[in-house]
């Protein structure tokens, strides 16, 4: 627990300006962000009495070690940057909201010569229109099942329409009625377009002035005795406003507006988000939050803002926002609203009328949803808590391991050697932290030396960013100034960081030079864990502590779980430590380990895989999956095909002599398959027909 007075600004050396600071742990993590309209006053808040802290904040100020500050020039432009570092560095004592799925939205691909109507999830992208979100995919379903009567719009994927096209014919709702079928050329792309744009329009709120066209249509048509398509105008028109109905009018005068509110106690706090277009709820989705930082109604109002907008534009940002508390700085954060949507935004709170009534609504919501999560999660805190208690008890650990790491070793047979990095912190997984390894220190099948390479590996480059952060000074062990090594990250990692903005305090730690380490995320191997837990029993577990004993490192414990009773070994320890069956923390552990076993499977498999799909054509240069088909069409199997001349590999439609020659060049030099064997009567299978899966063609394993 470090002393806030041990790393305190000296006086007058912060700035009397907005900006944003960082607090950092020993680690140089950034475990907390803040804003300020005066850097001064705020961070002076900081360091007073301990005793005056809230408790959440004292928590921080002695988790830190370091604090960082970078002045801006506006209000607007910290509110900016304090988002961008939340999301960039996600610190452990910022509030974060949380849910336990990706909400559906009901997608238009504009961006497509064809456009298409489906349901997606996860990341925005560029060039689609999204409406929602909604509680469920089946409700998107229903909603464009009706919808899809009037605006016949592409549903298919690119196979499909890429197939139709190729065949001639389209698909089952081509047939219907539910589809254009602009694959065969039944409407041309502006008209296929036209469709989107409608469909989007009527989606959008714009319902009445569609329906009243459709109306007179029908009426036109009856006049004219065109009586068919002026009972499928009549159908269509029952489509639409049951398609309506399914999202009552909620507000008058067809209002564009978000509804935000907030029900929360000590611990936590849920949000939920009504999304209003056109006077109907379109869209609601919900948040649950730990309040780890000293917060009230309004600053979880501000941050609830920053989640929902601060990847938005222009329309996405309705014209009016209603919350039931405005934040602290309200000129400054509608400000930077109306800058997302490129014009102005109304902020407030609903005094009266119909928005306050639907407002107690969307609170009644909220505070249901922190019910449920509490009813989830009461038993699930206490639970963790206990195993991690249990662990620490069982190991001789000082504290509990908030952080686990644990290593397993997959094969097959010695062939595709890997290994699989796991972590969990508080008793969760933690999957940005996944890490994949390729054993390369020898070839065949030794778990216990892929172990202790393994964990060498990850702790060398432990030590080399504890170096270069310059926390201590390390005799560099062997081959630790490179890469982990061979390590795969499970995550795509984040790109180093750009040299530090002007304003950046005096002392601040080098990030100017732009090393990955100075960033202060958490997807590195420079966080420690307290506990390294292996899959396996004694020999694994001395391999383990071995590689940490040869790197000089003695304060992070070791333990290892065999699968076949379940036993806790430890170093040096002749009998294992048998925890209950019933135990949270032999519970924890399983989780673990199966954890780090399934991660490592996967990757195996992957590159099992990729390796099994490889043939020897595959080198040839110049031959395509056209050609090879064909080779293999002709002669039946590779094995017959490495039997052939370069005569008769020339009789293949589509051969030269010159690819003819490089493809019996690249057979004579790739080594036979080796023959398949029956297992059940020992018998070698012949391959006359098709391809074992080596020599291009498949087999079932």
């Keep these: 627990m470090a002393d806030p007075s041990s790393y305190r600004p000296k006086p007058g050396q912060i700035p009397d300006s907005p900006g944003v600071y960082k607090f950092r742990d020993e680690h140089r993590r950034v475990i907390y962000v803040g804003k300020a309209k005066s850097l001064r006053q705020r961070l002076a808040n900081y360091f007073q009495d301990l005793a005056g802290l809230h408790p959440r904040t004292r928590t921080m100020v002695t988790t830190a070690a370091s604090v960082e500050w970078t002045v801006v020039s506006t209000e607007v432009e910290a509110l900016q940057l304090e988002y961008s570092w939340i999301k960039e560095f996600d610190p452990r004592f910022n509030v974060k909201y949380r849910d336990d799925k990706s909400y559906p939205y009901l997608a238009v691909t504009l961006n497509e010569d064809f456009p298409r109507v489906q349901v997606m999830r996860g990341q925005k992208r560029k060039g689609v229109r999204y409406f929602g979100p909604y509680s469920h995919a089946w409700a998107i379903r229903d909603t464009v099942d009706l919808l899809l009567r009037v605006f016949p719009v592409r549903t298919c994927s690119a196979g499909v329409f890429k197939n139709a096209e190729r065949t001639g014919r389209p698909c089952l709702l081509g047939y219907i009625g539910k589809c254009s079928a602009p694959c065969v050329g039944r409407v041309s792309p502006e008209e296929h377009r036209e469709l989107a744009e409608d469909f989007c329009d009527f989606m959008a709120g714009r319902t009445g002035t569609y329906i009243r066209r459709l109306e007179k249509d029908m009426m036109v048509a009856a006049e004219d005795m065109e009586y068919e398509r002026a009972a499928r105008l009549r159908d269509d028109i029952e489509a639409l406003k049951r398609a309506m109905e399914k999202s009552a009018v ?78 602290e700085d309200v000129e400054a954060v509608t400000q930077w609203l109306g800058g997302r949507r490129g014009s102005n935004v109304s902020l407030r709170i609903p005094q009266r009328g119909d928005k306050k009534a639907l407002m107690e609504t ?84 030794d778990d216990v030396r892929s172990m202790h390479e393994v964990v060498s590996r990850r702790f060398k480059r432990y030590l080399a960013e504890r170096e270069r952060t310059g926390e201590w000074a390390v005799e560099e062990p062997d081959g630790a100034a490179g890469r982990a090594d061979g390590a795969i990250p499970g995550a795509v990692p984040a790109p180093g960081e750009a040299p530090a903005a002007p304003g950046t305090a005096p002392g601040e730690a080098p990030a100017a030079l732009g090393l990955a380490d100075e960033t202060g995320r958490p997807k590195k191997f420079a966080y420690p864990p307290q506990l390294v837990v292996v899959d396996g029993g004694r020999p694994q577990v001395a391999a383990a502590r071995r590689a940490l004993d040869e790197l000089g490192i003695d304060d992070v414990a070791v333990c290892g779980l065999a699968k076949r009773l379940e036993e806790v070994w430890l170093p040096d320890e002749e009998d294992p430590v048998v925890l209950p069956r019933s135990s949270e923390g032999l519970y924890l552990l399983q989780r673990v380990r199966d954890t780090a076993h399934d991660f490592a499977i996967r990757y195996q498999r992957s590159k099992r895989s990729k390796r099994i799909r490889t043939s020897p054509l595959d080198d040839v240069p110049g031959l395509g999956d056209t050609r090879k088909q064909a080779l293999i069409k002709h002669f039946g199997s590779v094995k017959r095909l490495r039997q052939a001349t370069i005569e008769q590999i020339c009789e293949v439609p589509g051969l030269g002599r010159k690819t003819a020659e490089a493809v019996a060049v690249a057979l004579a030099q790739a080594a036979p398959a080796a023959p398949a064997v029956n297992t059940a009567t020992g018998e070698i299978i012949e391959d006359d027909g098709g391809g074992t899966a080596q020599d291009g063609g498949s087999r079932d394993d």
């Design 250 to 327: 909620v507000l008058a005068d067809a209002t564009d507006a978000d509804l935000i509110a907030v029900a929360e106690d000590e611990l936590e706090a849920a949000v939920q988000i009504f999304h209003v277009r056109g006077g109907r709820v379109r869209g609601q989705r919900g948040w649950v939050t730990d309040k780890v930082e000293a917060v009230d109604t309004a600053g979880l109002v501000e941050h609830a803002l920053q989640q929902l907008y601060g990847d938005e534009t222009g329309d996405a940002v309705p014209k009016e926002v209603l919350v039931p508390a405005l934040p």
């Design 362 to 445: 969307v609170g009644r919501n909220a505070q249901q949803a922190l019910v449920l999560h509490k009813t989830k999660r009461a038993s699930d805190l206490t639970t963790r808590s206990r195993a991690l208690e249990e662990i620490a008890e069982a190991l001789g650990l000082q504290t509990a391991p908030l952080r686990i790491e644990c290593f397993d070793i997959s094969h097959l047979q010695g062939e595709d050697v890997v290994a699989s990095m796991v972590v969990f912190e508080d008793g969760l997984p933690r999957k940005s932290e996944y890490r994949r390894f390729q054993i390369r220190g020898f070839e065949g099948q």
